[in-house]
């Protein structure tokens, strides 16, 4: 397959997926004593259309990397960001695409991608515990980061109502006995 710039990825997938592309950079950093060049894009998408721009990445390279998914809360929603390589092997040539989703948290589902990438989902099943979002389709729903007896409508890295700050106890805030 051919290498394209990170600027052809960005024009590839607008032109695929067109008003569903919701923003888009290209972050440039240096890296190393040599100060090597390493583009870092960025694709927010619309979760209609995520999982098959997930797929499309694979005709970019048949097998991405996918590093990690992180996610955060971003007040109306939840933002999950799926961390890709490709061209990954080749020294200094790795291109790092991120995909953002935005979830509604009126509505946090998405769909898996466990079924495309394997990988994917203790990643997912960390999002489900720790951020309240639904994957949709997930092989393996059960709890794998908190414990069984932990509230089941409680997310540890939420803000909102649905987060744990009353029933985290501040240990700084307790007085001390004397």
């Not at 979760?47 to 809360?73: M, N, Q, W």
Request: charged share 35%; net charge negative; hydrophobic share 35%.
């Amino acid at each position: 397959m051919k290498r394209l710039s990170p600027e052809e990825i960005v024009d590839q997938f607008k032109e695929k997926f067109g008003d569903n592309i919701k923003d888009s950079s290209i972050k440039t950093y240096h890296i190393g004593p040599k100060k090597i060049e390493l583009p870092d894009l960025w694709i927010t998408v619309d979760r209609s259309v995520f999982k098959e721009t997930v797929r499309y990445l694979i005709t970019l390279e048949k097998y991405p990397h996918l590093a990690v998914i992180s996610g955060y809360d971003a007040g109306d929603t939840i933002n999950l960001i799926y961390h890709f390589f490709i061209y990954f092997g080749e020294k200094r040539r790795e291109q790092s695409i991120n995909i953002v989703v935005p979830l509604p948290k009126s509505n946090p589902v998405v769909d898996t991608i466990s079924d495309i990438i394997p990988g994917a989902l203790i990643s997912e099943q960390e999002k489900q515990e720790m951020l309240g979002v639904k994957i949709k389709d997930i092989p393996k729903d059960s709890r794998v980061f908190i414990s069984e007896d932990f509230p089941e409508d409680k997310y540890p890295w939420r803000k909102d109502e649905k987060g744990v700050d009353d029933i985290a106890r501040n240990l700084h805030e307790v007085e001390k006995d004397e």
